[in-house]
């Protein structure tokens, strides 16, 4: 099988890995004090001994699999790669992931929405709280004009997700999904604007919900669900205690936890009873939930939590958000390994096609389009992704 070379940090090195060039590791005399040679296997040993001598970087050879096991438990960057030592293959070259906000708009986003929810947190400044809620303006403003320019693009927000700041990334996201939805459904840019508030702000109750059940790794008991549930009604009571008077975006955080067949809570509505901005803002939600970082559990992929949102289609959500929401968003997103029915590994390297992308194989560096006649007999079986590690 063909082995593919690339430099790696030595705190993603593991036991088992190859060295794909001889190390020599001099001391301030200039004289070689430790030596790996080309090929040699890496063991704790060794990892123990570079990492004392202070070496930052190795360049170790792998086999096509590893390598997409690796990047797919998000232990090597695919941007690593270099050239596959079989001479027909040519370089893989993952292209640029392209972020939907710029790092200056996705900053700015977070620094309000943290400002919002430290506001709401100190509980009696009211007119701190209210003035952070009249900020989000522009904040959504950006928003929404940056989702209307791309109306043709996919949306993936995985780059702008962190595991330290959750709650307000979380936010960010789901105000993302949910103006892209609303989008896709026809609002005017005023309702655009105002979903994306909503969503900004669909689980401010979780403020006065205690961190140790919001964080708790495990099953929550009966008695701490019941607190959690209490949120969405606590965030609508609060803003309007803080002088938030707007009756659809009230309406859209105490419901985002309703499902149209009535199971959902606090008021079990149903069907056509859920505000539309609920309805949207809970496939969002939910979406954003299953594909990030959490304590208690490791993330889906964008293919899989789609598969979950599609099972819930009449039950949880309403089908026509679904239909949208599935136009918006990328089941396999840039740089994500795939395996395939005839069990070959493969990157996305285009999905301007969504459920047929085109993939690098690692095996080969070979390009193929799964749209092309001669590929229609191949499936994507799995995304390889911490679920396979």
């Given at each position: 099988m063909?082995?593919i070379e690339?430099?790696i940090?030595?705190d993603?090195?593991?036991a ?7 190390v ?5 005399m ?9 090929g ?8 123990e ?7 930052k970087?190795?360049?170790?050879s ?5 390598v ?6 998000g232990?090597?960057?695919?941007s690593k790669?270099?050239t596959?030592k ?6 893989i070259e993952?292209?640029?992931?392209k ?5 200056e708009?996705k900053?700015?986003?977070i620094s309000?929405i ?5 506001s709401?947190g ?6 701190r709280?209210?003035q952070a809620v009249i900020?989000?303006d ?15 693009s ?9 595991y330290?700041?959750?709650?307000y990334?979380?936010s960010l996201?789901v105000?993302?999904l949910a ?9 005017d840019v005023d ?11 669909h689980?401010i109750?979780?403020t ?9 790794k495990?099953?929550?008991?009966d ?10 009604n606590?965030g ?5 205690q ?5 009756p659809e975006?009230?309406?859209?955080v105490i419901h ?5 067949d009535g199971?959902?809570?606090p ?10 901005f609920?309805?949207?803002i ?6 954003d939930?299953?594909t990030s970082f ?6 889906m992929?964008?293919?899989q939590?789609?598969?979950?949102i ?10 026509s958000?679904?239909?949208a929401?599935i136009?918006?968003?990328e ?21 301007t096609k969504t459920?047929?992308?085109m993939?690098?194989m690692?095996?080969d ?7 092309d006649?001669?590929h ?10 911490s679920?396979d590690?």
């Amino acid at each position: 099988m063909p082995k593919i070379e690339f430099a790696i940090c030595i705190d993603e090195i593991e036991a088992g890995m190859v060295m794909a060039d001889p190390v020599n590791v001099p001391n301030e005399m200039g004289l070689t004090v430790f030596r790996i040679r080309s090929g040699a296997p890496i063991n704790e040993k060794i990892i123990e001994k570079l990492m004392s001598l202070n070496v930052k970087e190795l360049k170790v050879s792998m086999d096509s699999e590893d390598v997409a096991r690796y990047v797919a438990l998000g232990k090597i960057d695919a941007s690593k790669f270099g050239t596959p030592k079989n001479k027909e293959t040519r370089k893989i070259e993952p292209p640029p992931i392209k972020s939907l906000i710029g790092d200056e708009m996705k900053h700015e986003a977070i620094s309000n929405i943290r400002n919002l929810f430290t506001s709401f947190g100190e509980g009696d400044n009211m007119t701190r709280a209210y003035q952070a809620v009249i900020e989000l303006d522009k904040v959504v403003d950006q928003l929404v004009n940056t989702i209307k320019e791309e109306s043709n693009s996919f949306v993936h927000v995985s780059g702008i997700k962190s595991y330290d700041e959750y709650t307000y990334h979380h936010s960010l996201s789901v105000a993302i999904l949910a103006i892209a939805i609303g989008q896709e459904k026809g609002l005017d840019v005023d309702r655009l604007r105002k979903l994306g508030q909503s969503a900004i702000l669909h689980d401010i109750g979780k403020t006065m919900v205690p961190l140790e059940i919001i964080n708790k790794k495990g099953p929550l008991t009966d008695e701490e669900f019941a607190i959690v549930k209490e949120h969405s009604n606590k965030g609508g009571i609060y803003l309007q205690q803080c002088g938030v008077r707007d009756p659809e975006l009230l309406a859209a955080v105490i419901h985002h936890h309703e499902k149209v067949d009535g199971t959902g809570y606090p008021d079990k509505l149903k069907d056509d009873a859920i505000p539309l901005f609920s309805q949207i803002i809970s496939v969002a939600d939910v979406y954003d939930a299953v594909t990030s970082f959490r304590p208690y559990r490791s993330p889906m992929s964008p293919a899989q939590a789609i598969e979950l949102i599609i099972s819930e289609s009449g039950r949880s959500f309403e089908p026509s958000i679904i239909k949208a929401f599935i136009r918006k968003i990328e089941p396999y997103p840039l740089n994500t390994v795939v395996e395939l029915s005839d069990k070959r590994v493969g990157m996305v390297v285009a999905n301007t096609k969504t459920l047929r992308p085109m993939l690098c194989m690692l095996d080969d560096g070979k390009n193929i389009d799964l749209m092309d006649f001669e590929h229609l007999h191949l499936v994507i079986a799995k995304v390889l992704d911490s679920f396979d590690g």
